[in-house]
């Protein structure tokens, strides 16, 4: 970008809102960090060739997926992901990368801005990583928890397209009002630098895609044969015995539950409700020419 082009963004970075809230209690949440310039078309294209897939609505069948995906201790790439609002909309589209294990994915929610760049469709996404389960916290008696990190799932979707050609990065933006500590709807925290990415998309006809790359260089291996041996059978046997197994999960779950009401006892009042300095209630505005 040329020194105009730039400061141009950034003005239009500088009004949008970078804050999403709860539908039931209206609790502040997730915090924006990406910005996608292009057709819905394209941004469909670009996240399908980076291996990104949309969540189905859920449903009783989904319910019956989810539980069987828990006890063959496997992923499930269309889980259903929670609502939460931007300026008081649902979000227009929803992105996930699942894992192995349906307590951990990427996903981002992303929602149609107002006003165009260049002449161009603007997305305005919030994205976070799962990274486990949580129990009995507000608003849900099961929930996951994300990475308190939010800057490296921001990373993430930036890498992932422009690794598959779809996505050109233009420029990290400075916000000086975003909070580089807070806490979203379920109490988790949140660190982050306060910059969001912008992303500028194209048709992508010839898509580079993750599984057409062969890495030349080789793993170092470590020990010889009977050393690799026994260290892969302790790890997958502190695996399967010690984390996966309905024991730990009610430990778990346990645990959670005893925070839960620690936490509902020590309550502490959001800052942001008190200063009443949030702008994560303003609405879209034109970027001036």
């Avoid at 992303?110 to 305005?124: F, L």
């Avoid at 800057?151 to 050109?168: H, I, M, P, T």
């Avoid at 895609?209 to 892969?232: C, I, N, W």
């Avoid at 997958?236 to 006892?265: C, G, H, M």
């Amino acid at each position: 970008l040329t020194d105009y082009e730039r400061e141009e963004l950034a003005s239009i970075v500088a009004v949008m809102p970078y804050r999403t809230h709860a539908p039931t209690s209206g609790r502040s949440s997730d915090l924006t960090n990406v910005l996608f310039i292009g057709s819905r078309d394209q941004v469909v294209t670009a996240f399908d060739a980076a291996g990104w897939t949309q969540p189905r609505p859920p449903s009783f069948r989904d319910r019956l997926n989810w539980i069987r995906a828990v006890g063959e201790l496997r992923g499930d790439e269309a889980a259903p992901m929670s609502v939460l609002l931007l300026n008081g909309a649902e979000p227009d589209m929803s992105w996930q990368k699942g894992l192995n294990d349906v307590s951990k994915r990427h996903h981002i929610r992303m929602w149609k801005a107002a006003g165009t760049w260049r002449g161009r469709q603007m997305w305005i996404g919030a994205a976070t990583r799962d990274i486990d389960f949580a129990y009995w916290r507000p608003g849900s008696r099961l929930s996951h928890k994300i990475e308190e990190d939010i800057d490296q799932e921001r990373d993430k979707v930036a890498y992932d397209l422009a690794f598959s050609s779809c996505g050109n990065i233009l420029d990290w933006t400075d916000r000086g009002d975003v909070p580089r500590f807070t806490r979203n709807a379920t109490g988790d925290p949140i660190v982050t630098d306060g910059r969001m990415v912008a992303i500028e998309l194209n048709d992508c006809h010839t898509p580079r895609l993750s599984t057409e790359t062969v890495d030349a260089t080789p793993v170092p291996q470590h020990g010889d044969k009977l050393q690799r041996f026994a260290r892969r059978e302790i790890l997958s046997a502190r695996n399967e015995l010690l984390r996966t197994n309905p024991y730990w999960r009610t430990f778990e779950a346990s645990r959670w539950i005893v925070y839960s009401i620690r936490q509902r006892k020590h309550r502490t009042p959001d800052p942001e409700l008190l200063s009443g300095s949030s702008t994560a209630w303003l609405d879209y505005r034109q970027p001036p020419n």
